[in-house]
């Protein structure tokens, strides 16, 4: 069974960046599609990013700001945050293990990460 874990989140002012990482262990991502969610205290879980093989769909509210990637010889999948703002504040989450490519619905994917939490402050 696949882990994931999360790393690089931290404090940051507004219109800084943050890389955020997650890594796979006990295998690999083969291949699946690779989400990365956020969640605000209070709030529900939100899409942010779906890596597919081909391709990655983006939430509107990150379009031209997040930049996700994959290196599938780690491997490990990245998240480059850029121009962060106040409402980018929340954990971040990785996940896999999905049989819908580049779902942005929590509940298709099987495997999570523990988080990270980013905060951008104003």
């Known amino acids: 069974q696949v882990q994931l874990v999360e790393s690089g989140g931290g404090l940051v002012q507004a219109g800084g960046s943050l890389r955020l990482s997650c890594a796979a262990s006990?295998?690999?991502?083969?291949?699946?599609?690779v989400g990365w969610f956020r969640q605000a205290p209070g709030k529900e879980r939100e899409f942010v990013a779906a890596?597919?093989?081909?391709?990655?769909l983006y939430a509107d509210s990150v379009k031209g700001r997040f930049t996700a990637s994959r290196d599938n010889a780690k491997p490990t999948v990245y998240l480059q945050m850029n121009s962060l703002k106040p409402e980018d504040t929340a954990v971040y989450y990785c996940?896999?293990?999905?049989?819908?490519?580049?779902?942005?619905?929590?509940?298709?994917?099987?495997?999570w990460g523990q988080g990270t939490q980013v905060t951008v402050s104003s």
């Open positions: 996940a896999t293990g999905t049989k819908v490519p580049g779902t942005s619905e929590p509940r298709e994917y099987a495997y």
């Open positions: 006990g295998g690999s991502f083969n291949g699946h599609t």
């Open positions: 890596v597919r093989w081909f391709g990655t």
